[in-house]
């Protein structure tokens, strides 16, 4: 063994890593970053959550008043009052999250002695505002009664209605979906990178540039040709998430499917668009903390965009997870068919992002080789 030798190799190396500004960046800035991002959102919270108040407490001097009035000064959850049909119908059409039902003798049973009971209507899509607003009412209704001696040691029943999910709903079922989007995206974003990159380096993609083949047949073809493994994948993913791990699919299982297809064809080609920045396969695996990573930590999957700063929440905006997590959420959770908007604009956004990918790639494509 000759220390020289490796140590001539190990200085080589060194040397070549300081000559790429990728490398190190990828080494000493993108870790930094991405840890900070995880940082500042792991005790991240909802905020001015909109709740609706449905209070038909018929006492002069209402309990419920109190309550509501403490919620409103002392959360940061969003009421406002609403007729029972009024709640119910913006629950379904998601402009509040929650909604809080008093019944007419709820003061009169907490002044009887008897255990009063409110209703909790829940939209019950989204685990982590469901959570926190059952939490913050839950700690509101307490502190009030705590303040008022004759009540004092009362139990007020919450009971919770869903709309949408439940209490037989398990974690995996809430968070189902958002695997179902991010794992083979992940995993077709990288297959595509390296590949593309290969197909480069190996001289093929010169060779189809001289053949009668334009630039953007030549992606189109790619994204073909990848497409069909993107398409196994997506298949076999969501069939096993639903058949074998049992997560509910109140939806179109052929809708679901439909969903992940085009938003993983989004990878496809991003996965070409970005590999043509790329001079090997490792500078196309430098990509990937830099677009999955962050698409993971903002796209919906778990952390709500409602409860997102707004620098934040617009940088989901741009992200095709974002939207694929949300359109296989309403289908797997909510049960929305392709006629419902918030499924169709998705997948028409999804599209689009599709499209304008090919569409650099073949721009990039062309000012590479020139």
Same mark, same amino acid.
């Given at each position: 063994m000759n220390r020289g030798r490796i140590g001539a190799l190990a200085r080589r190396i060194v040397a070549q890593f300081r000559r790429d500004r990728r490398t190190l960046a990828l080494i000493l800035i993108v870790p930094i970053v991405i840890i900070s991002l995880v940082g500042y959102l792991i005790d991240i919270k909802p905020s001015d959550t909109p709740v609706g108040v449905v209070n038909d407490d018929s006492a002069l001097v209402s309990v419920a008043d109190l309550i509501i009035r403490a919620i409103d000064e002392e959360s940061d959850l969003k009421l406002t009052e609403? !007729?029972?049909?009024?709640?119910?119908?913006?629950?379904?059409?998601?402009?509040?999250?929650?909604?809080?039902?008093?019944? !007419?003798?709820f003061t009169r049973n907490l002044v009887t002695g008897n255990d009063p009971r409110v209703t909790l209507l829940l939209e019950g899509s989204d685990a982590q505002v469901m959570a926190h607003v059952r939490d913050t009412l839950t700690t509101a209704i307490q502190q009030t009664l705590a303040g008022l001696p004759a009540v004092e040691g009362r139990l007020i029943q919450v009971e919770p209605e869903f709309l949408y999910g439940g209490e037989d709903y398990t974690t995996m079922d809430y968070l189902g979906p958002a695997f179902v989007v991010l794992m083979p995206w992940f995993f077709v974003f990288l297959l595509t990178s390296v590949s593309f990159v290969r197909e480069r380096v190996q001289g093929t993609v010169e060779r189809l540039l001289a053949s009668p083949l334009s630039r953007f047949e030549i992606v189109l073809g790619y994204m073909v040709g990848f497409g069909v493994f993107s398409l196994v994948q997506s298949l076999e993913m969501l069939l096993f998430t639903v058949y074998v791990l049992d997560v509910n699919c109140e939806g179109s299982i052929f809708l679901a499917i439909l969903t992940v297809i085009v938003a993983v064809m989004t990878a496809v080609n991003l996965g070409i668009l970005l590999s043509t920045f790329a001079r090997n396969e490792f500078q196309a695996i430098q990509f990937v903390p830099l677009v999955v990573f962050p698409q993971a930590l903002l796209g919906g999957l778990f952390w709500s965009l409602d409860s997102l700063p707004w620098f934040l929440r617009w940088a989901s905006y741009l992200m095709p997870v974002t939207y694929a997590n949300s359109a296989v959420r309403d289908v797997m959770i909510r049960g929305?068919?392709?006629?419902?908007?918030?499924?169709?604009?998705n997948l028409l956004i999804l599209v689009g992002f599709a499209a304008a990918f090919v569409f650099l790639a073949s721009l990039t494509l062309k000012r590479e080789v020139a």
């Open positions: 609403l !007729s029972r049909d009024e709640a119910e119908r913006q629950l379904k059409n998601g402009k509040i999250s929650a909604a809080l039902v008093f019944p !007419s003798d929305a068919t392709l006629l419902d908007w918030s499924v169709a604009s």
